[in-house]
């Protein structure tokens, strides 16, 4: 009888293992979760895209306006340009003009917070000795980012 009433009170080897099973589940989903969280602090990235990219012709200069939006998950910083493979330093002092707002005096590099937009704008500007880029000329323009990135777009000029 003793032995009866022994057996009663002890879980049995099938309750035990199911505990011991939901028990360590429970804990590698929180460990997963908080491994997760930790690696998503190291693991962000900048993504620019090119939203809208467009060229005005004036008397002797053209004005190219570019549009940038970080969809990243780190803000992302525009160090510089190329145009056609060149640094816009190679084209002359005061042909070529690259600036981030309507005021020409604010130049790169260019930081754009995660999610937001903004506008390069890159002004050439023709002699009438000669001219450094003719109306239908393509124009391949790279941003270069801090982080390494190029991010190309071509354009034809009107």
Not at 33 to 51: D, N, Q, S
């Amino acid at each position: 009888m003793k032995n009866l009433h022994r057996n009663k009170k002890a879980l049995s080897p099938v309750i035990a293992t199911v505990i011991l099973v939901s028990v360590t589940i429970v804990v590698a989903v929180a460990v997963s979760y908080w491994m997760g969280g930790i690696a998503g602090l190291y693991t962000r990235f900048e993504k620019v895209e090119i939203t809208s990219c467009y060229a005005v012709k004036g008397a002797l200069n053209y004005t190219v306006t570019i549009e940038l939006k970080n969809s990243g998950s780190a803000d992302a910083t525009i160090t510089y340009v190329l145009i056609n493979g060149k640094p816009v330093s190679e084209y002359g002092t005061g042909n070529i003009t690259v600036y981030t707002g309507r005021n020409p005096e604010t130049y790169l590099p260019l930081t754009l917070p995660l999610g937001k937009s903004a506008k390069i704008y890159i002004e050439i500007k023709n002699s009438p000795d000669g001219y450094l880029f003719e109306s239908g000329t393509t124009l391949d323009l790279k941003f270069h980012s801090a982080a390494g990135k190029d991010y190309p777009q071509m354009l034809s000029l009107p």
